[in-house]
T-cell receptor, first 112, second 109 residues
Framework: DTAVSQTPKYLVTQMGNDKSIKCEQN?????MYWYKQDSKKFLKIMFSYNNKELIINETVPNRFSPKSPDKAHLNLHINSLELGDSAVYFC???????????FGPGTRLTVL | RKEVEQDPGPFNVPEGATVAFNCTYSNSASQSFFWYRQDCRKEPKLLMS???SGNEDGRFTAQLNRASQYISLLIRDSKLSDSATYLCAVSRSQGNLIFGKGTKLSVKP
């Protein structure tokens, strides 16, 4: 009964490839997020969706495209991967935008 | 001034010690405050919310000082298992949380 799940857990790929990460939450929350945590461990918001609508897009290159097919899912597609995209990507959800957030286990992306 | 600032540490303390972390924030309009714990190679996990009146959960006490714009986390009787990175999170007017960079705690036997 995992609350927030992500797949895959690890992703190793070549520069220039396109990849997707999937996220699902079974908490009934209305808001979902994508974060990037780099090697310096800083957890930085990328996107936020509320009821399937994009509400936050934090200066992320347009190679990154989130998609929310329904309130329980928020996927992240990345085009033309670059070395600097290597990081851990966390999905999270919350009941409303400024309430406590619950994180998925993360996807460790390595771009070679 | 950064939106949220934490002392990165590391804080190296012996078992049984009391340790306190502070987190300062710049937006006086922030309404929600949280402490998270992140273990190595794991996701952040909610430790506790921080209420205006302060709150306690076992060995952990969180406080909010709106006048000076900081929140604090006090851990009493530290255990080896408390070793982790502690992140503060503060709400933004855009409708999300912003996280501090975290304070690393290492509890030694």
């Amino acid at each position: 009964d995992t609350a927030v799940s992500q797949t895959p857990k690890y992703l190793v790929t070549q520069m220039g490839n396109d990849k997707s990460i999937k996220c699902e939450q079974n908490l009934g929350h209305d808001t979902m997020y994508w974060y990037k945590q780099d090697s310096k461990k800083f957890l930085k918001i990328m996107f936020s969706y509320n009821n399937k609508e994009l509400i936050i897009n934090e200066t992320v290159p347009n190679r990154f495209s989130p998609k929310s097919p329904d309130k329980a899912h928020l996927n992240l597609h990345i085009n033309s991967l670059e070395l600097g995209d290597s990081a851990v990507y966390f999905c999270a959800s919350s009941p409303i935008p400024v309430s406590e957030q619950f994180f998925g286990p993360g996807t460790r992306l390595t771009v070679l | 001034r950064k939106e949220v600032e934490q002392d990165p540490g590391p804080f190296n303390v012996p078992e049984g010690a009391t340790v306190a972390f502070n987190c300062t924030y710049s937006n006086s309009a922030s309404q929600s405050f949280f402490w998270y714990r992140q273990d190595c190679r794991k996701e952040p996990k909610l430790l506790m919310s921080v209420y205006s009146s302060g709150n306690e959960d076992g060995r952990f006490t969180a406080q909010l000082n709106r006048a000076s714009q900081y929140i604090s986390l006090l851990i009493r009787d530290s255990k080896l298992s408390d070793s982790a990175t502690y992140l503060c999170a503060v709400s933004r007017s855009q409708g999300n949380l912003i996280f501090g960079k975290g304070t690393k705690l290492s509890v030694k036997p």
